[in-house]
């Protein structure tokens, strides 16, 4: 394998608020998915274990699958209060986004059916739809005109259809068209699913998400979100209809045969999404500043400022994690993101933006950016 394609773990020790520690020497973290600082969040963590103290629900196992003798009471109650925040029947809370994609997938669709999806959908919906066997169509990224010709072609030679998005794309932070994917749902009569791991916390009114951006969020099919992203805890989970969650109750693979998430990380989400959301909207609120604010900086190499992904495209691996050791020798943890994650020769420097990362940060990690660049 080549050198600059091998994957090795960084070698953190930990984080704190915006700051990353690699072994002793303490970075600027450009590399986290805790994009509103919850998850890093001293203060919070303390009111939490204090308050969970002598709570008899607090336990650090589930020790089975929910279907057995996993569930509990935080279970119910958080997931009632997904279901009521979405405006939906239902919600089913799974132990990762991955597992909560490719088991909602392959429970839903078989091989009969066909599915439609982005290009650059994540490698979780990709493993869902090969596990359920259904046709695959891949329309080219974002664009609706191809996915309406291949909805035209294929779609009346299979039983039932599902069409399905990433509303955030993780690794380029642009955005889906919700409200073309709906038209196309509706007029092609298929199930939407969207995908909002990279966007709940950080879009919507209330923090839940693109699809609550749009109008007629309420046709959306099946909204997956990760709780382990913006909100800081682990997890994923999935709203929808009651016969859907019913059948993925029954079906969903990923959900039947995993012990459950600890008691005390589901009190930690409830905790942070019902005690603390005023706390929730208000990082939410700075991060939507950062991110108008780095529109009008420019770089010498190919990126874009749509959300908190900024995407710097490099192209060759070896010259990406050449400037990515660099980016760390002056104080900025930074890491290339390399094939066979993003396409070939797209190797790319995946900068996150995080609510407490000040404006001056991010003009000091960009003038070291150009400082390499005039270098080379």
């Given amino acids: 394998m080549d050198i600059y394609n091998k994957r090795i773990l960084p070698k953190t020790t930990y984080r704190d608020d915006k700051f990353i520690f690699l072994e002793e020497k ?34 650090f196992s589930s020790a089975s699958s929910r279907l057995l003798s996993g569930n509990s009471n935080p279970f119910t109650r958080l997931e009632n209060f997904l279901a009521h925040w979405y405006q939906k029947e239902k919600a089913l809370i799974f132990n990762s986004g991955y597992q909560a994609n490719m088991g909602i997938i392959s429970a839903l669709m078989k091989k009969e059916d066909c599915i439609f999806s982005d290009k650059l959908n994540h490698n979780s919906i990709l493993a ?44 380029d932070g642009d955005c889906a ?6 038209f196309l749902k509706e007029k092609y009569s298929c199930l939407l699913m969207i995908d909002e791991a990279h966007a709940i916390g950080v879009f919507g009114h209330k923090a839940q998400g693109l699809s609550h951006t749009i109008k007629n969020t309420s046709q959306i099919d099946i909204i997956m979100a990760s709780l382990g992203k913006a909100l800081g805890s682990v997890g994923a989970f999935c ?25 005390i990380q589901i009190l930690w989400t409830e905790f942070l999404l019902t005690e603390k959301f005023s706390h929730i909207l208000t990082q939410q609120q700075k991060l939507k500043e950062l991110i108008i604010n780095c529109q009008n900086i420019s770089l ?3 990126c874009s400022f749509g959300s908190h992904i900024i995407p710097l495209i490099i192209g060759d691996t070896k010259e990406c994690v050449k400037m990515a050791e660099y980016l760390q020798a002056k104080g900025f943890f930074v890491l290339p993101i390399r094939p066979p ?6 190797a790319r420097l995946r900068l996150s933006l995080c609510s407490n990362i000040q404006h001056s940060d991010i003009i000091n990690l960009f003038n070291t950016i150009k400082d390499y660049s005039h270098a080379i």
Avoid at 45 to 58: I, S, T, W
Avoid at 148 to 155: P, T, V, Y
Avoid at 177 to 182: A, H, N, P, V
Wanted: no cysteine.
């Fill in 26 to 59: 303490k970075l600027l973290n450009f590399s986290s998915n805790d994009y509103l600082n919850l998850g890093s969040n001293i203060d919070l963590k303390k009111e939490f274990l204090l308050k969970m103290y002598d709570n008899p629900e607090a336990l």
């Fill in 128 to 171: 869902g739809i090969q596990h359920s066997q259904a046709k695959l169509y891949r329309y080219k990224h974002l664009d609706y005109n191809h996915l309406e010709d291949l909805l035209k072609k294929n779609r009346q030679h299979h039983k039932n259809s599902l069409l399905v998005s990433e509303s955030i794309f993780s690794m």
């Fill in 177 to 182: 068209e919700l409200e073309t994917l709906l």
């Fill in 239 to 263: 709203v929808a209809k009651n016969e859907i969650i019913n059948e993925l109750i029954n079906k969903a693979q990923t959900f039947i045969f995993s012990t459950a998430l600890s008691p």
């Fill in 300 to 302: 010498p190499f190919s």
């Fill in 341 to 346: 994650t993003v396409p070939q020769n797209t």
